[in-house]
T-cell receptor
Framework: EAQVTQNPRYLITVTGKKLTVTCSQNMNHEYMSWYRQDPGLGLRQIYYSMNVEVTDKGDVPEGYKVSRKEKRNFPLILESPSPNQTSLYFC????????????FGNGTRLTVT | QKEVEQDPGPLSVPEGAIVSLNCTYSNSAFQYFMWYRQYSRKGPELLMYTYSSGNKEDGRFTAQVDKSSKYISLFIRDSQPSDSATYLCAMSARGSGSARQLTFGSGTQLTVLP
């Protein structure tokens, strides 16, 4: 089954404790992206990657890191999480071809206390 | 002012009703318009895709784009309880509905009551 898999689904952590949210897709997609979803603000892009070893900032990159060492994986790293990073995070992928949709994972709900 | 404005609702309708969901936008460069549906505890999934102005129909769903008014709509006919979800509009100025430049609305939460 074609899918984007994120782990974990739920995560509670404390301020300053480094964490990684993993994302993997099995569709051989070149394009991958991370979004955060907050009430009233919708989906905002954090980082995206056009291909292996190619990453770029989205609209809200501060406090986040990403890497794209393999085509299928695109982990999101929070080096020193803060409470304002409490949010619902989505990983998405796309072939990048004309009219190709974004395929989203089922989300990671992160709480930073 | 946000680039894309969407009434968050919540919107509650009886089964069988016609539902109208709307977004307005300020960037006249937007030319690719999408509607995503997001069920509770799930990621969004693409529902409709429209290029430039006009209508597009897919079963019970119709997407309309009025670029002169910077206004897009999604109509759901004969609404069903299974349509209960959050609906997000999204738009892009680049070719291929460039995923990296999608701007999303904040979503409208819809409940269809049996």
């Amino acid at each position: 089954e074609a899918q984007v898999t994120q782990n974990p689904r739920y995560l509670i952590t404390v301020t300053g404790k480094k964490l990684t949210v993993t994302c993997s897709q099995n569709m051989n997609h070149e394009y991958m992206s991370w979004y955060r979803q907050d009430p009233g603000l919708g989906l905002r892009q954090i980082y995206y990657s056009m291909n292996v070893e190619v990453t770029d900032k989205g609209d809200v990159p501060e406090g986040y890191k990403v890497s794209r060492k393999e085509k299928r994986n695109f982990p999101l790293i929070l080096e020193s999480p803060s409470p304002n990073q409490t949010s619902l995070y989505f990983c998405a992928s796309s072939s990048g071809r004309y009219n190709s949709p974004l395929h989203f994972g089922n989300g990671t709900r992160l709480t930073v206390t | 002012q946000k680039e894309v404005e969407q009434d968050p609702g919540p919107l509650s309708v009886p089964e069988g009703a016609i539902v109208s969901l709307n977004c307005t936008y300020s960037n006249s460069a937007f030319q690719y318009f999408m509607w995503y549906r997001q069920y509770s505890r799930k990621g969004p999934e693409l529902l409709m895709y429209t290029y430039s102005s006009g209508n597009k129909e897919d079963g019970r769903f119709t997407a309309q784009v009025d670029k002169s008014s910077k206004y897009i709509s999604l109509f759901i006919r004969d609404s069903q309880p299974s349509d209960s979800a959050t609906y997000l509009c999204a738009m892009s100025a680049r070719g291929s509905g460039s995923a990296r430049q999608l701007t999303f609305g904040s979503g409208t939460q819809l409940t269809v009551l049996p």
